[in-house]
T-cell receptor, first 114, second 111 residues
Framework: GESVGLHLPTLSVQEGDNSIINCAYSNSASDYFIWYKQESGKGPQFIIDIRSNMDKRQGQRVTVLLNKTVKHLSLQIAATQPGDSAVYFCAERNGGTSYGKLTFGQGTILTVHP | NAGVTQTPKFRVLKTGQSMTLLCAQDMNHEYMYWYRQDPGMGLRLIHYSVGEGTTAKGEVPDGYNVSRLKKQNFLLGLESAAPSQTSVYFC??????????FGQGTRLTVV
């Protein structure tokens, strides 16, 4: 699920499967990372976040993994449901000279089949 | 419990017209952001602010100006609209220890 130009990457899974959505971030000065879910016609909704001093954080059915060495973030969704179908974005917030700047990855379209 | 409110929700402009989009948040957040989202694309940062009276350029600032005269408001201005500025605009606010909360978006068409 990495960014590939103008077309969003897609991930199709069956209901009940686990989903993994990946994201590469660019700035080693980023100190805070967020995953968002966006449904059609709506603004992005918060799913889970992680700070740069952690490498894993778990929520309800979701887990975020952070690998600072390779600047990689992943979102794992357990027992994926049709209601999880949406576009998922990772975001990184700059903790350096441009502190507070929040930029987004290209996004991944998740489709869950019943 | 309003959160982040964007005004207007829809607007059609003629090329060359100007307009201001208003974003208001009631969560006392320090950080505020303006993004644009084109069909099938991600969110691109236009401008942002890390506190009242401060603004900074994002990834796509050309053709836009912003102001943050009050902590709760972040205004996005288009001085001379162009068809390339047709997009959905999202405002967000956040704090140092919280995620960014988004408004519902403003759908702008420039003809």
């Amino acid at each position: 699920g990495e960014s590939v130009g103008l077309h969003l990457p897609t991930l199709s899974v069956q209901e009940g499967d686990n989903s993994i959505i990946n994201c590469a971030y660019s700035n080693s000065a980023s100190d805070y990372f967020i995953w968002y879910k966006q449904e059609s016609g709506k603004g992005p909704q918060f799913i889970i976040d992680i700070r740069s001093n952690m490498d894993k954080r778990q929520g309800q059915r979701v887990t975020v993994l952070l690998n600072k060495t390779v600047k990689h973030l992943s979102l794992q969704i357990a027992a994926t449901q049709p209601g999880d179908s949406a576009v998922y974005f990772c975001a990184e917030r700059n903790g350096g000279t441009s502190y507070g700047k929040l930029t987004f990855g290209q996004g991944t379209i998740l489709t869950v089949h019943p | 419990n309003a959160g982040v409110t964007q005004t207007p929700k829809f607007r059609v402009l003629k090329t060359g017209q100007s307009m201001t989009l208003l974003c208001a948040q009631d969560m006392n957040h320090e950080y505020m952001y303006w993004y644009r989202q084109d069909p099938g694309m991600g969110l691109r940062l236009i401008h942002y602010s890390v506190g009242e009276g401060t603004t900074a350029k994002g990834e796509v600032p050309d053709g836009y100006n912003v102001s943050r005269l009050k902590k709760q408001n972040f205004l996005l201005g288009l001085e001379s609209a162009a068809p390339s500025q047709t997009s959905v605009y999202f405002c967000a606010s956040g704090g140092g220890n919280t995620e960014a909360f988004f408004g519902q978006g403003t759908r702008l068409t420039v003809v």
